[in-house]
């Protein structure tokens, strides 16, 4: 398994690109599903979960043609099968986002429940109540979930926890549902609604995407064809402006959308970071060593769980005491022994991290144990004194397109080193 070996102490300064999101691509490849439209995507992101789910809609019956910089061509004219194996799924549990699709279009779907992960039991049941409202039969058996609805009719679905996936996936599975859907508390990231936008080109009806209700008047099939560029990254982004505080260093992150940072941008001048809109995107500018600061992570718009590890890192070289407390997930600390190995002063009650900022932290082999907290790693160690050596960079690769070479071209001290076994 690759390793990734990072020379700290540099500050980082340049430009960089953010890739497409990879929480926008995951949806918006799935909802090909819904339709036999042919389709164009660009700004997929090269990552390892995105040729998952590649592997999966091939499986499936998808026709996929790369054409490199220009994107991938997508068409499902029929299924060959309507069953997601758990040698997929349990590889990534956004692979529950083929049940929607696949319960609506050909009534039917058996997709392997996805299992926990390092951040928590991430169980399904919000999906699964809501295609039970709308008329589908629900069996969970043999650890997969059977979906099956003559036509799923629609309904109003109130979510009590405003999930990300479980929205999508119902709001894809309302597109094609006799009647109006309407899911209220509906997660409002911005991933939402730049599936809905993909889904209005196939031919949906869809209001208030990217709100807590969203609307979806059904349609008896979704012929059109749809031409779209996924979203940037806006974590990736926040990784990036993360590395320029706890350099030192000053970066500019290209191509971000600066409304997808509000919260964290707000929370990036409050610990001090000079953060400024520019033409191309959002740049950070390191000021003084960093200001201890209080962080809840929320829903969207709130501060994202999926910064939280890497503003931990920041935290940990602050002038202060912070308490960062994760609302969202309830186990997603697994980076805080990692970064005790490196020097860090981090105490755990529940929820509830105490971070005592120290001086310096010193290079150390660490683990990566899931996608953001192998990036707090890469942070702790571009700003270490010494050496840090990252084993399980699979975890990185998930999420992060060309990590060593964005951070070398910044002027990190970063290299991937193979390993023989
Ligand atoms: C999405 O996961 C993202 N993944 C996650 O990003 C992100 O951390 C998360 O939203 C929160 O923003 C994708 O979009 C592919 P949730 P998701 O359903 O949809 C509970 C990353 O690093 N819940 O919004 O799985 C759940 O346990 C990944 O890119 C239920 O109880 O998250 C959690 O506590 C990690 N029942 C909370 O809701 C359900 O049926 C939020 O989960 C569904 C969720």
Redesign the pocket.
Known sequence: MDKILIKGGKPLKGDVAVSGA???A??VLAATLLGPGEHRISNIPKLM?VATIKRLLNHLGAVISDHGPDGWTVRVPDLSRCEAPYELVKTM??S??VLGPLAARFGEARVSLPGG?A???????????GLEKMGAEIKIEHGYVSVKAKRLKGARIY??????????NLMMAATLAEGVTVIENA?R?P?VADLAQFLIQCGAKITGAGTDAITIDGVESLNGSAAHRIMPDR?EAGTYLAAAAITGGDILVRGCNPRHLDAVALKLREIGVEIREEPEGLRATARDRVRAVDIKTL??PGF???MQAQIMALMTLSNGLSVITET???NRFSHVAELRRMGADIQIESRNAIIKGVRRLSGAPVMAS???ASASLVLAGLAAEGETEISRVYHLD??YEGIERKFSNLGGEITRIGQTS
């Open positions: 990879k929480n926008a995951l949806p979960d549990r956004a529950v986002l992960c951040i928590g039991a991430r169980p399904i049941n919000l999906h699964l109540m979510l009590d926890m405003p999930s990300v996936t479980g929205t999508e997660a990231e991933e974590i829903p969207y994202p769980t999926d969202v997930f309830e899931d996608l953001r998930r999420g």
